[in-house]
């Protein structure tokens, strides 16, 4: 069984820094997809950024420039660095894993707020 957890959320001042890092187990990790989502109050989840097995990266217009995705293999994880926050970032962000097979699995999420 696939599981992931994220850690890393919290509260910061805008212009401020945080890093999500989301743990993945029950997969062969290397052979996956990766990415992260966030959804805001009232809004629909969006793609944050997302890495390929390959390791091919893409980002939202809106994070672009502040916000990196990366992996560890050995360590199973994936981490999402965000730089220069803005209160438009705040929502609960959450990892999503796709195996080679299609299937798509998702952690609980991690809150993040901005204030101004």
């Known amino acids: 069984q696939v599981r992931l957890v994220e850690s890393g959320g919290g509260l910061v001042q805008a212009g401020g820094s945080l890093r999500l890092s989301c743990a993945a187990s029950g997969s062969i990790f290397r052979f996956n997809d990766m990415g992260w989502y966030r959804q805001a109050p009232g809004k629909q989840r969006e793609l944050v950024a997302a890495m390929s097995s390959g390791d091919s990266t893409n980002y939202a217009n809106s994070v672009k420039g502040r916000f990196t995705i990366s992996r560890d293999n050995a360590k199973n994880t994936v981490y999402l660095q965000m730089n220069s926050l803005k209160s438009e970032d705040t929502a609960v962000y959450y990892c999503?894993?796709?195996?080679?097979?299609?299937?798509?699995?998702w952690g609980q999420g991690t809150q993040v707020t901005v204030s101004s």
């Open positions: 999503k894993l796709r195996t080679i097979f299609g299937n798509d699995f």
